[in-house]
């Protein structure tokens, strides 16, 4: 079992950055990829970033390459999403997961329970 809780998120204009973090408890952290999802309201959720495990691999959303950054640091069980240059369409609840190497929600087996981020315009 993993658990996952994010932080980090808020109200933000746009143009402005944001980090968040998510903190995970359990076992076995680094045998996980982890990934970053956001859900926008009305919306389905999406993939965002994902990196794995050791970190030497990463694959981001075309909405958000160039822009955030997804990294992880094993010894302190956290992963992690910098996100600078926001637009308002950046806007959603955004979630952490444990699981596969893969862009599909399917694929992961473990989720925190999402950190909302709002860009204004």
């Known amino acids: 079992q993993v658990q996952l809780v994010e932080s980090g998120g808020g109200l933000v204009q746009a143009g402005g950055s944001l980090r968040l973090s998510c903190a995970a408890s359990?076992?076995?952290?680094?045998?996980?990829?982890l990934g970053w999802f956001r859900q926008a309201a009305g919306k389905e959720r999406e993939f965002v970033a994902t990196?794995?495990?050791?970190?030497?691999?990463?694959i981001y959303a075309d909405s958000v390459k160039g822009r955030f950054t997804i990294s992880r640091d094993n010894a302190k069980n956290t992963l992690y999403l910098e996100m600078n240059s926001l637009k308002p369409e950046d806007t959603a609840a955004y979630y952490c997961?444990?699981?596969?190497?893969?862009?599909?929600?399917?694929?992961?087996?473990?989720w925190g329970q999402g950190t909302q981020v709002t860009v204004s315009s």
């Open positions: 359990g076992r076995s952290f680094s045998s996980y990829a």
């Open positions: 997961a444990a699981g596969a190497y893969r862009t599909t929600p399917s694929a992961y087996d473990y």
């Open positions: 990196i794995g495990r050791v970190a030497r691999s990463r």
